[in-house]
């Protein structure tokens, strides 16, 4: 008993130590909007611009948005698929629409990516056409991907409460070819522990801030059975229920990551996981490390703040770097490298 509360004191006392320090640090190390464009921790990759279609595409992100809002308007789900389709390809080495690839050896294929939304990958594509049509094939999918990405989650909030957009340098080139089987195996998978994503975050030089902020966007979107099943606590009442739903036939319904307003862009996904109701075990990982949890209590308390390191956290994902950004080619279909685009046009209809 003793022990147990000199180190319930001793993480209190840790607990405030690391709060003062981590959350100036965590603030000065995440520069404003403005001054990002000078410098700060992130490295424009080589060869990269925050404008770099100013003059031979103009209307790149109006084209972009228009065609956001309209995907949006008729399934809101489109934005899940389309954060879920950033991370997957920007996280192993750096964004490059290698994610976007079909084909037997695609990172498609791989057990990480199973689930990514055909609905969202159909759009990024249909959204390359429009641009390559009124711009010429000069804008890659990479490029168009995050842009989509940035004005879903611009679109989404809350009246009155938006997601501020952020920087994306653009000029990156499609891969010629998936990530290796390593690099997407880097992608945390959610039996992970706290202090295992933790590692996973800062082996591609995350913080705990990009860690707590960008699990934040499961405050939408859908997981299957398979990504829960194995979660203890069978003394819980709400995991119960979550693995009760999975044993309806013949198939179990997909169940919404955030409970409490499963559509909406907002900041229940943290009051969630105060309650309890965190649909993977990743997400509640969250909770067990009284530092981490603090930024969760934060973030549950403050939307606006939440918003706004998402924001941020959103850039530094797009900021990463794996082999060379301008090492590549605009894709003239984002499912295929050129020279295959126009052989077997609809079979990554068929395997989808
Ligand atoms: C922290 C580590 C993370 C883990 C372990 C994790 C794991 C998962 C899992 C298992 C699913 C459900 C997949 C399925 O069953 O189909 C999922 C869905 C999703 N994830 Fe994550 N994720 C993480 C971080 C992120 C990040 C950083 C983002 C984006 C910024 C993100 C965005 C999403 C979205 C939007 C969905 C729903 C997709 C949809 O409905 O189409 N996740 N994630
Ligand atoms: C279980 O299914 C019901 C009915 O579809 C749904 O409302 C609920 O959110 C699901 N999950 C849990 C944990 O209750
Ligand atoms: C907390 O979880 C319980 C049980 O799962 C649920 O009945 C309750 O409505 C939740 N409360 C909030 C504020 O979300
Ligand atoms: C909790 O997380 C912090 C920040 O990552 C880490 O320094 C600390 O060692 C963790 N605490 C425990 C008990 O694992």
């Not at 004191?9 to 464009?37: D, E, K, W």
């Not at 080589?46 to 109006?62: Q, W």
């Not at 069978?234 to 229920?241: A, I």
Request: proline share 5%.
């Amino acid at each position: 008993m003793a022990g147990l509360s000199r180190a319930a004191m001793l993480a209190t006392a840790m607990g405030l130590i690391v709060a003062a320090l981590l959350f100036p640090a965590a603030m000065s190390t995440r520069p404003s909007l403005i001054s990002m464009t000078t410098g700060g921790i992130r490295q424009l990759p080589d060869g990269l611009s925050y404008d770099f279609y100013k003059d031979t595409c103009p209307t790149l992100e109006i084209m972009v948005r228009e065609a956001v809002e309209r995907a949006i308007e008729s399934d809101v789900g489109v934005v899940a698929g389309l954060l879920r389709i950033f991370f997957h390809d920007c996280f192993p080495q750096g964004c490059d629409g290698s994610i976007l690839l079909t084909g037997a050896n695609s990172e498609l294929k791989m057990p990480q990516n199973v689930g990514l939304r055909q609905s969202a990958l159909d759009l990024i594509e249909s959204i390359r056409e429009t641009v390559h049509q009124e711009c010429g094939a000069i804008v890659s999918c990479a490029d168009i991907s995050n842009l989509a990405t940035k004005h879903a989650v611009m679109q989404s909030g809350v009246p009155g409460n938006l997601v501020p957009g952020y920087l994306l340098p653009l000029g990156r080139k499609d891969s010629l070819g998936p990530a290796t089987t390593q690099q997407v195996r880097a992608i945390p998978s959610p039996d992970l522990d706290v202090n295992q994503l933790v590692e996973a975050f800062a082996s591609r030089g995350l913080n705990e801030v990009d860690l707590v902020a960008l699990s934040g966007a499961h405050t939408i979107g859908k997981a299957s059975c398979g990504s829960f099943m194995n979660r203890d606590g069978e003394n819980d009442e709400f995991v119960q229920r979550l693995k009760n739903n999975c044993t309806y036939f013949p198939v179990a319904p997909l169940q919404d990551l955030d409970v409490t307003t499963p559509n909406t862009f907002d900041n229940y996904y943290y009051k969630n996981l105060q309650n309890r109701t965190g649909v993977l075990h990743s997400d509640m990982q969250l909770t067990l490390n009284a530092t981490i949890n603090q930024l969760v209590d934060f973030f549950a308390a403050d939307q606006g703040w939440f918003f706004s390191t998402f924001s941020t956290s959103m850039s530094n994902l797009a900021h990463l770097e794996g082999k060379p950004a301008i090492i590549g080619e605009v894709r003239r279909n984002c499912f295929k490298v050129n020279g295959l685009e126009l052989t077997a046009p609809n079979t990554f209809v068929a395997s989808a």
